[in-house]
Protein backbone atom coordinates (compact mmCIF):
# COMPACT_ATOMS: atom_id res chain seq x y z
CA UNK A 1 0.00 0.00 0.00
CA UNK A 2 1.07 3.54 -0.85
CA UNK A 3 -0.05 6.34 1.23
CA UNK A 4 -0.30 9.98 0.18
CA UNK A 5 -0.18 13.02 2.33
CA UNK A 6 -0.94 16.31 0.58
CA UNK A 7 -0.22 19.82 2.78
CA UNK A 8 -0.12 23.33 1.85
CA UNK A 9 -3.78 24.52 1.27
CA UNK A 10 -5.09 27.55 2.81
CA UNK A 11 -7.15 30.95 2.33
CA UNK A 12 -5.32 33.50 -0.20
CA UNK A 13 -6.77 36.73 -2.10
CA UNK A 14 -7.01 36.71 -5.55
CA UNK A 15 -3.07 37.17 -7.06
CA UNK A 16 -1.89 35.37 -4.45
CA UNK A 17 0.41 32.37 -4.36
CA UNK A 18 0.13 29.12 -2.84
CA UNK A 19 2.76 25.67 -2.49
CA UNK A 20 1.40 22.60 -1.99
CA UNK A 21 3.06 19.30 -1.26
CA UNK A 22 1.99 15.56 -1.80
CA UNK A 23 4.27 12.99 -0.05
CA UNK A 24 4.54 9.25 -0.82
CA UNK A 25 4.76 6.31 1.81
CA UNK A 26 4.70 3.16 2.20
CA UNK A 27 5.46 0.09 -0.13
CA UNK A 28 7.21 1.95 -2.60
CA UNK A 29 8.51 0.05 -5.41
CA UNK A 30 8.25 2.68 -8.48
CA UNK A 31 6.12 5.96 -8.75
CA UNK A 32 5.58 6.83 -12.11
CA UNK A 33 3.21 9.67 -12.97
CA UNK A 34 2.43 11.94 -10.02
CA UNK A 35 -0.56 14.67 -10.12
CA UNK A 36 -2.30 16.80 -9.25
CA UNK A 37 -6.49 16.93 -9.56
CA UNK A 38 -9.11 18.94 -7.98
CA UNK A 39 -12.68 18.88 -7.66
CA UNK A 40 -14.85 22.61 -6.71
CA UNK A 41 -18.55 21.78 -5.35
CA UNK A 42 -21.17 20.81 -7.89
CA UNK A 43 -18.39 19.66 -10.39
CA UNK A 44 -16.23 17.06 -11.67
CA UNK A 45 -12.75 16.47 -10.65
CA UNK A 46 -10.38 17.64 -13.03
CA UNK A 47 -6.70 17.12 -13.65
CA UNK A 48 -4.72 20.19 -12.80
CA UNK A 49 -0.96 19.06 -13.42
CA UNK A 50 1.13 15.86 -13.94
CA UNK A 51 4.71 15.06 -14.02
CA UNK A 52 6.20 11.93 -15.02
CA UNK A 53 9.61 10.42 -13.33
CA UNK A 54 11.42 11.50 -16.53
CA UNK A 55 9.83 14.98 -15.41
CA UNK A 56 7.64 15.60 -18.72
CA UNK A 57 4.88 18.17 -17.58
CA UNK A 58 0.95 18.10 -18.69
CA UNK A 59 -1.17 21.21 -17.60
CA UNK A 60 -4.78 22.04 -17.96
CA UNK A 61 -4.96 25.06 -20.36
CA UNK A 62 -6.62 27.02 -17.36
CA UNK A 63 -3.85 26.75 -15.23
CA UNK A 64 -1.25 27.06 -17.67
CA UNK A 65 1.80 29.72 -17.33
CA UNK A 66 0.17 30.14 -13.58
CA UNK A 67 1.27 26.94 -12.13
CA UNK A 68 4.63 24.70 -11.89
CA UNK A 69 4.60 21.07 -10.96
CA UNK A 70 7.72 19.58 -9.81
CA UNK A 71 8.72 16.50 -8.22
CA UNK A 72 11.46 15.16 -6.20
CA UNK A 73 12.01 11.26 -7.05
CA UNK A 74 14.51 10.40 -4.09
CA UNK A 75 11.74 11.72 -1.24
CA UNK A 76 8.53 10.51 -3.25
CA UNK A 77 7.30 13.76 -3.05
CA UNK A 78 5.52 16.22 -5.71
CA UNK A 79 4.76 19.82 -5.62
CA UNK A 80 2.21 22.20 -7.34
CA UNK A 81 3.35 25.89 -7.17
CA UNK A 82 0.37 28.21 -7.77
CA UNK A 83 1.06 31.71 -8.81
CA UNK A 84 -1.28 34.65 -9.85
CA UNK A 85 -4.20 32.66 -8.18
CA UNK A 86 -8.30 33.18 -9.22
CA UNK A 87 -11.19 32.76 -7.45
CA UNK A 88 -12.42 30.02 -9.63
CA UNK A 89 -9.24 27.93 -8.97
CA UNK A 90 -10.87 27.31 -5.56
CA UNK A 91 -11.47 23.63 -5.29
CA UNK A 92 -10.27 20.60 -3.12
CA UNK A 93 -6.96 19.59 -4.44
CA UNK A 94 -5.69 16.04 -4.66
CA UNK A 95 -2.59 14.29 -5.15
CA UNK A 96 -2.84 11.08 -7.45
CA UNK A 97 0.43 8.63 -7.88
CA UNK A 98 0.61 5.58 -10.39
CA UNK A 99 2.77 3.02 -8.57
CA UNK A 100 4.56 0.29 -10.41
CA UNK A 101 5.43 -2.93 -8.42
CA UNK A 102 8.29 -5.10 -8.75
CA UNK A 103 6.22 -7.63 -11.06
CA UNK A 104 5.07 -4.61 -13.03
CA UNK A 105 1.42 -4.53 -11.53
CA UNK A 106 0.31 -1.36 -11.23
CA UNK A 107 -1.63 0.14 -9.06
CA UNK A 108 -3.14 3.91 -8.56
CA UNK A 109 -3.58 6.14 -5.04
CA UNK A 110 -4.97 8.91 -3.83
CA UNK A 111 -4.65 11.34 -1.75
CA UNK A 112 -7.41 12.74 0.98
CA UNK A 113 -7.16 16.11 -0.37
CA UNK A 114 -6.09 19.97 0.71
CA UNK A 115 -8.44 22.43 0.24
CA UNK A 116 -7.46 25.31 -1.56
CA UNK A 117 -9.86 29.08 -1.53
CA UNK A 118 -9.17 32.36 -3.34
CA UNK A 119 -11.24 35.25 -1.64
CA UNK A 120 -11.77 37.71 -4.54
Known amino acids: QVQLVESGGGLVQAGGSLRLSCAAS????????MGWYRQAPGKRRELVAE???????NYANSVKGRFTISRDNAKNTVYLQMNTLKPEDTALYYC??????????????WGQGTQVTVSS
Open 26 to 33: GSIFSINT
Open 51 to 57: ITKGGST
Open 96 to 109: NADHVNWNMGRSNY
